[in-house]
Structures are given as C-alpha cells and as structure tokens.
C-alpha cells in the first residue's frame, strides 16, 4: 500500500514539474524568447549603410565602399574536401583550421567572420562554388572610403568587433565593424544605424523551409546619421602641407563658436591604410613607429611646455590681482636674477637695457625679467606663496588649461597647472617665487596641449570667455544643441585686463618678435615662443633643439580664427611657427595667399627638419620627456 502511494507521489510530482516547466517556456518565457539561441531558425543580418561624414562646406571626408565576408556557422557546417575549399579561398590547411577553431569557440550556433574583405574579382568566382559547402556563405559589408588624404587623427577609423566585446554585447557580433577612434569611434551610435535581420525556419537536414513565424520578427535596416564636422578641410590640408617633415601640432579655433577648424597632428598618414584588407599590415607600421609616431594625435596628447605665449596669461593675472598695471616699469638688464649664485639667473634677449620696460613693450619683445617679477608679486602677494600660487592656478585653470577641456574627440591630456599644494608636498613646504620662477615665462612645471593653447588664446579673442571646442557641427542638417559646446565659460579675469594685452598682441606682428610674418590687410594678435626641450639620456639630462611656438588669433576686431602651433625642434618662434600662422590666417579669411607672401609658403612647403630629428634615433629608447 506504501509502495503504491510512494509511486502515484513520484508520478504526481514529476508530471507538475512538466508542466511547469511547459508553462515557463510557453507562456512566461514567450516574450523573451530569442530564435539566434536555437538551432532550427537561421538568422541573416541586413547591414544598413554607415553615416557619411562631411565638413563645414559640404566637402565629402568620409563615404562608404561594399566589401564581401566569407562566414560561418560551425554548427551548420558538414564534412566537406577541405583541399578544394582552401583552394577556393587561397589559404592553408593549417589557416583553415586555426579559423574554423576560433569561430567554433566563439559560439557554434552563431555566425562570424572566416575570411574578411574578399577581393571583388575573388567575390563572383566564390559565390557560384560555396553553396557546395554546408555551413558556409558570403555577407556583403559596408566598409569605409576616404575620397580626401586628410584629418586622419580626426576621423579615426572603424575595425572588427572581438570576440570580449561581443559576448559581452547585445547589438555586435564578432568580426562587425566598429568606430575604433576618433569620430568614427566617438559617434558611434549616430553613425552605425542599425541593421536588420531576418529569421528562418529550418528542418532536421538544416535545410531552410520558410521564413519564421511569417516574417513578424524581421526588422528593416536602418542607415546611420551623416555628420557635418566643424573642420574646413581645405585649411586642414593646407596646416598638413606646410607641416610636412615636420613634428608638432596645430589647432585652429572659431573664438564665436568653439568650433575647430583645423587639427593637425604631423607626421600623419592617409586614412585609406586602414580599410580592407591590407588594414592589419599598415595597421602594424604606424602602430609599431615609436620614432615618428604618425598614429599619436600631438594636437589633443602632446604636452609641451607653452613657452613665451603662457607669459600672456601672468600678464592676465598680474592685472587682475592688481600687483601690476599697464604703467608699470621694470628693469630688464639683460635678464633676471633670482638668488645669490651667479647659476640664478634668467637670460633675457628683449634687449633692452638702462631703462624701464612697460606691460605693451614686454609681450612685444618678449622680456623674461618683466614677467619673473610680475609672477614672483603674484604669487608673494600678502607673503604666502602657497595661497598666493593656489590663487594663480586657479586662474590659469579657468581658461580650459590643467584639464581635458570636454571636447567631443576621445583623445585628450590634461597637460599640468601646478598649484601651492603641489609645490607644498614636493619641497616640503621650502618655497618662494623664485623657487617656482620658470613658470613664469611657460617652463618649470607648466605643461600645455596644443588645444588647450589654442582655447586659451581663443578666451583672449572673446576679452574674457571661450566656448568648449568641439569637432560635431550637425546630426542629419540638424545643428547640435548640446549645453556644453553652446554656453559660454567665463574666465577668472574680468574683462577690461583683456584690452592692454590685446593691443601688445597686436604690438607683437608689427614692431615685435613677429614683425616678418605681417600680412597686409590682416591685424593678427600673436605671441611667438620658443620652449626649451630636455631628455634623460644615459642618466644626464641633456637640452635639445627648442621647440618653435606661436599663439595668434585675427582679426584684431570680430576675430574669426585662433590658432596654437608647436613645431618640434624648430627653434626659434618667429623662424617657423610665425609665417605658418601668418599664412594659415591668411589662407583661411582670404581663401589663398598673395603674391608677396608666395616666397614665405614655398620657404615653409619646402623646410624640413628631419635632420634634426635624425640626430635623436639612436637615444629614442633612452629618452624620457623632461623640461627645465
């Protein structure tokens, strides 16, 4: 009697468990079922086309090209003449299987990429031969094409999904393409679209016997958004034209707007060595360079020493702080001395002498001693140099400097604004302003990128606030509304300090150290500089060539462009930063260079400086970036 009971107990239990289980696949877990998970439906994929990408006029940067895939599904795949289908594809045996092992460990049940971007003559040759192979099938993909040899850094490029990246995601599968940098890999979502997909009905023999469930979980694809850059390509190719053998970067600002107009990082390389096929070779030489680095973006990374331009900025502060006006004279003498050993001294070249130099005459001439003693007043101002130098920073950060800044691009550093606090916990409290002096003419501790320069000297155009700089103009013809590229960001320095500095910036290309790179016409408000440059090699610090700077924006009313250039090892300010910003203002508000500035373009088309850079090849690997 027990032992029935115990029976009809088993039974009962086992057939409530059947049909709670029944229950949770019919009926609860009806929602969210997925058909990719199950072997009898076959799914296909519909690959909308990528956005296209244009500049500010129109110009066509980025379009699309079809490529055709070879893929698999290791499930679906059945014995087949392995010796005839490597033929087919031009691979090894060994190839074959070590890709065929990789997509079996992916996801059997999944398709992902064999072999990628066929050749098209390779493609009509294939497609009538592989329905001989089970498992197997050609997928058209959208890759991209890039009709202008230019902005590389800034477009980025797409590659394949990994297998990480797909298992952990619900849209990618393996071998998809993706934005991998730049806009390419910061718009992604606008640019991608989004595909679409089919099912299908199979039957035990895996053959497909109709569409599933009539077609209701199909989805159409849908092509991505076309982006308008702010970038004026033309200005762009011509800033790549006038770097050419040479190292540094270049950024160009809209001062209403914070929209960038050029960003230039040279050496660079043509965006189409990364489509297709020969992608993973050229992918390997620009990667792997650690001399030239074409693949490093110096404009957003490359921290620099901002040199003579950054004595603007202790200008801005003296007056603020009220330790200087512009009527306040000091002595030059050839330079400043700041202790009681003779080492203690900063050489001076304004080359004035036996009298008073003047706020106006200073940024003109570039006087080192004028700015020493305007910073030591800043920060001893009241006798506490480490509230005195927190103060200053805080200044200085105000103007986008010591930070990522917020642009839309996904490369950045923050560069470094040292602080009391920092100096505090360094020197363990053993400081002054003399100790600290360098940073008063841009060296020392005070490292800037070529885009933060660029948004500083653009706060300068505008007397007092900037705009985050940003590379998206529009989505679709729809013109970006975001707040943080469309709200002012006010600076520390109220506006009226702006005025003397914008005249002794104007000073700067008529009587001063940028007097021959003039253009008529033109009123351009710069600052030339030249940073020095140190490496650690073998243990001992050693100085090499400066790097040649300049800071400029025009015209002098209304500006319509700001620039920062760096030119690695360059010298001088004026010998080379100076006329390539001359003739990049003028290209850019005239739309071509004069005659009589014709002989200045071709002096810098032509100059190289890879001598220079020659010399540093063998102390590459020693070299640890340093400065004074």
């Known amino acids: 009697m027990k032992k029935g009971f115990l029976l009809y107990f088993l039974i009962t239990v086992v057939c409530l468990v059947f049909i709670g289980r029944l229950f949770q696949l019919q009926i609860l877990s009806r929602d969210n079922y997925d058909p990719i998970q199950s072997a009898a439906v076959k ?42 289908f490597c033929n087919l594809l031009r691979i090894s045996k060994e190839d074959f299987l070590h ?29 009538e031969k592989l329905h001989n192979f089970q498992g197997f099938y050609i997928q058209k993909r959208i890759i991209r094409d890039y009709p ?25 599968q393996a071998g998809e393409l993706i934005g991998k940098d730049g806009i390419e890999k910061q718009y992604e979502q606008y640019l991608r679209g989004r595909k679409g997909k089919k099912y299908f009905k199979r039957n035990n023999l895996n053959k497909v ?82 001399i030239s680095r074409p693949a490093y973006d110096r404009g957003l990374l490359a921290a620099y020493p901002p040199g003579s331009p950054f004595k603007m900025m202790n200008a801005l502060i003296g007056l603020q702080e009220g330790v200087i006006n512009k009527n306040t004279g000091v002595y030059c003498n050839g ?9 203690e001294y900063m050489k001076c070249h304004c080359e004035i002498y036996g009298r008073k130099i003047f706020l106006t005459t200073a940024i003109a001439k570039s006087c080192n001693s004028y700015f020493s003693n305007t910073y030591k007043r800043i920060v001893e ?54 100790s600290t002096i360098s940073n ?38 729809s013109p970006i509304t975001q707040a943080d590229y469309t709200v002012k960001k006010q600076t520390t320095i109220a506006k009226e300090h702006f005025k003397p500095v914008v005249e002794a910036m104007h000073e700067v290309f ?71 910003t001359s003739l990049l203002i003028e290209k850019y508000l005239n739309g071509e260079v004069s005659e009589k500035t014709k002989y200045r373009e071709q002096n810098m088309f032509a100059m190289s400086l890879q001598s220079e850079y020659d010399k540093l090849i063998p102390k590459t690997k020693e070299i640890a970036s340093g400065t004074k």
């Open 43 to 84: 799914i296909e994929y519909d690959y909308p086309e990528r956005g296209y990408i244009y500049d500010r006029n129109g110009k066509l940067l980025v379009a699309n090209q079809l490529s055709y895939d070879v893929m698999v599904q290791p499930n679906q795949v059945q014995p087949l003449d392995t010796l005839e």
């Open 99 to 127: 890709r065929f092992e990789k997509a079996n460990n992916y996801a059997p049940y999944l398709p992902s990429v064999f072999l990628k971007q066929l050749a098209k003559e390779d493609f009509a040759f294939l497609q």
């Open 148 to 172: 202008i040899n230019a902005a590389a850094n800034v477009l980025g490029y797409i590659g394949e999904v990994n297998e990480a990246l797909a298992k952990k995601s619900d849209y990618y």
């Open 209 to 290: 016997t109709g569409s599933y469930k009539n077609g209701e979980q199909d989805t159409l694809a849908e092509n991505g958004k076309d982006l308008t850059l702010t970038l004026d390509i033309e200005l762009q190719q011509y800033a790549q034209k006038l770097m050419k053998g040479k190292r540094g970067g270049i950024v160009a600002i809209e001062p209403s707007s914070g929209e960038i107009l050029a960003l230039v990082t040279a050496p660079t390389y043509n965006p189409n060595m990364l489509v297709g096929r020969k992608r993973s070779k050229n992918s390997v030489l620009l990667f792997n360079d650690t």
């Open 335 to 343: 330079g400043y001395r700041y202790g009681g050993r003779k080492n």
């Open 381 to 434: 101002k009241n006798n506490q140099p480490t509230k005195g130098l927190n103060n200053w920073s805080k200044h200085v950060k105000s103007f986008g400097l010591g930070n990522y800044l917020g642009y839309d691009l996904p490369a950045g550093s923050p560069g470094l604004i040292p602080s009391g606090d920092y100096y505090d916990a360094r020197l363990n409290y053993r400081w002054n302003g003399s």
């Open 440 to 477: 008063a003419i841009g060296q020392g501790e005070v490292l800037t990128t070529p885009i933060q320069l660029a948004n500083f000297t653009a706060a300068i155009a505008n007397r007092g606030y900037f705009y985050t700089p940003h590379i998206l103009k529009k989505v679709n013809n």
């Open 510 to 580: 008529k009587t001063g150290t940028g007097k021959w790179s003039q253009v008529k016409g033109i009123e351009i408000c710069g600052k030339t500089g030249t940073s020095e440059n140190f490496a650690i090699i073998n243990g001992v610090k050693e100085q090499l060539a400066d790097h040649s700077i300049l800071v400029a924006f025009a015209p002098k009313k209304n500006p319509k462009i700001a620039l920062a250039i760096f030119v690695e090892n360059g010298g001088y300010g004026s010998t080379i930063a100076a006329p390539i």
